[in-house]
């Protein structure tokens, strides 16, 4: 009866366990009002399946749900008129009507489990038209290294060109090698430190500053300025962040490398001494042994001189009687 009670405890557990998501496109790119679709394939006999987006201040937000077993789906009343859940056996795609700058973002598809939710890697949205690197957009420093809980200010300067600072607008990105890429801080149309080029130009020259606060290694990666200037969006050359607690990390062994290593060390030193000491009662274990064969070897001649010796007695005596007959 136990045995049955602890399978049926440790099912759902082993359910959870096998659950496999699938996000396969990093990046998806459409046209600003096109339609989008985000794919995710899921292998999982769990039937509530959700959808987040992980949006600016690093905030992670409901999109919509789906449950496959009654084939029925919720959206949050802020997606409720473009998106919708296209779910069957192992789909379960996201499509968005008509893309919005408010769109952009990281879109993760997951699994429900009692309160325990397994997510993909993630898709990140973001629209055509988008150059790698403008000329026009400046970021300060290129790299820098910090410490966990340093701070750091990352700067970009953007030449707006003709085009009026206030439809100009920035927005940051954050891509490390070991997640998708996503949105941590979105400006609007905030231009505080906005000053023209020349006094008779209508070129103006504007400075984003993001400042991030008590760093840790989750912070490590490259930070993208997302310029947005009357319809053209360009991208800046981006800063490296670089976290030199992972660096001291792989250089500096850890402290149960360091114990291990010593014990065997003295481990080895422990089998030396022994060696040498089961060497050294063997050596005088054989010197015993030798030395009883030897004395034995001895013995033997001396028997037989004394045996000779008593023999050439005798016959001295017999010898010396015959002359004394004559």
Not at 18 to 25: C, G, L, M, N
Not at 80 to 90: A, F
Request: hydrophobic share 35%; net charge neutral; with cysteine.
């Amino acid at each position: 009866m136990l045995y049955f009670v602890n399978v049926f405890l440790l099912w759902p557990l082993c359910v959870a366990q096998r659950s496999e998501i699938s996000q396969p496109v990093y990046f998806r790119t459409v046209k600003l009002g096109d339609p989008a679709t985000i794919e995710c394939y899921i292998k999982s006999e769990l039937e509530r399946r959700v959808w987040y987006k992980f949006t600016t201040g690093k905030r992670l937000q409901f999109v919509a749900s789906f449950n496959s077993l009654y084939s029925w789906s919720a959206i949050a009343d802020e997606f409720n008129d473009r998106y919708s859940v296209n779910s069957d056996t192992i789909n379960n795609h996201l499509s968005i009507s008509a893309t919005t700058w408010e769109d952009v973002g990281t879109y993760h598809c997951g699994v429900i489990h009692l309160n325990d939710v397994q997510f993909g890697s993630g898709t990140f949205l973001m629209f055509k038209g988008l150059k790698m690197i403008s000329d026009s957009i400046v970021q300060q420093p290129e790299s820098t290294s910090v410490q966990p809980g340093d701070s750091v200010t990352l700067s970009c300067s953007v030449h707006t060109g003709h085009c009026a600072a206030e439809h100009t607008s920035v927005m940051w990105l954050k891509h490390s090698d070991h997640a998708a890429p996503e949105t941590i801080y979105s400006s609007g149309n905030k231009n505080n430190t906005c000053q023209r080029t020349k006094k008779d130009s209508e070129e103006t020259t504007c400075v984003y500053n993001l400042l991030l606060r008590n760093l840790s290694s989750d912070d490590a990666g490259t930070y993208y300025c997302v310029v947005t200037s009357c319809g053209q969006t360009l991208l800046g050359n981006g800063t490296r962040i670089i976290n030199n607690s992972a660096i001291t990390k792989s250089v500096v062994p850890s402290p149960t490398v360091i114990a291990l290593m010593l014990s065997n060390i003295s481990l080895g030193i422990m089998m030396l001494i022994l060696v040498w000491i089961l060497c050294k009662s063997w050596r005088k274990e054989s010197t015993g042994i030798d030395a009883v064969t030897y004395s034995a070897v001895c013995l033997s001649p001396r028997q037989t001189t004394v045996k000779y010796s008593g023999d050439s007695v005798v016959y001295s005596a017999i010898r010396h009687c015959q002359q004394n007959q004559v």
